[in-house]
């Protein structure tokens, strides 16, 4: 059953909290051997090239063996799905809306919210959401 998206409590988080879930990933990862940090496009960008600059890691243009692999969000599990098979790599993510099993995630939310980032465009995001929502299956 698809969800009813017009009720999603709108939530949005700060460049503080940008930093915290940053300096929680960093504690996490600062002595594992990475090759280097892959964020996916477009949400996980941000979280990359700041995790690459704090790791003294490259940013990578696909994901790789042994990477730390980026995203903004677990929500669906659509795209992280994708690379669940890549040896020696690990995923964090900054909010999941399921409780974390292969991956890692700073922060759990409900499944009844819409999360805002900091780069994001607020007057844009009940655009975005209904986008999101439509190209799922």
């Not at 930093?19 to 990359?48: H, M």
């Amino acid at each position: 059953m698809k969800k009813d998206i017009h009720n999603l409590k709108m939530n949005k988080l700060s460049w503080i909290e940008f930093d915290e879930c940053i300096n929680s990933i960093y504690k996490q990862c600062k002595n594992k051997n990475f090759e280097g940090v892959y964020g996916f496009p477009r949400g996980g960008l941000c979280l990359a090239v700041a995790l690459s600059h704090s790791l003294e890691l490259p940013l990578l243009d696909e994901p790789k063996n042994n990477s730390l692999i980026i995203d903004d969000i677990y929500d669906t599990g659509y795209t992280l799905e994708k690379i669940k098979h890549i040896k020696g790599s690990e995923t964090h993510v900054w909010v999941s809306k399921k409780k974390p099993t292969w991956w890692n995630s700073y922060r759990y939310i409900e499944d009844n919210e819409w999360i805002i980032f900091p780069w994001e465009c607020i007057n844009a995001a009940k655009k975005d959401r209904d986008l999101y929502y439509k190209s799922r299956p």
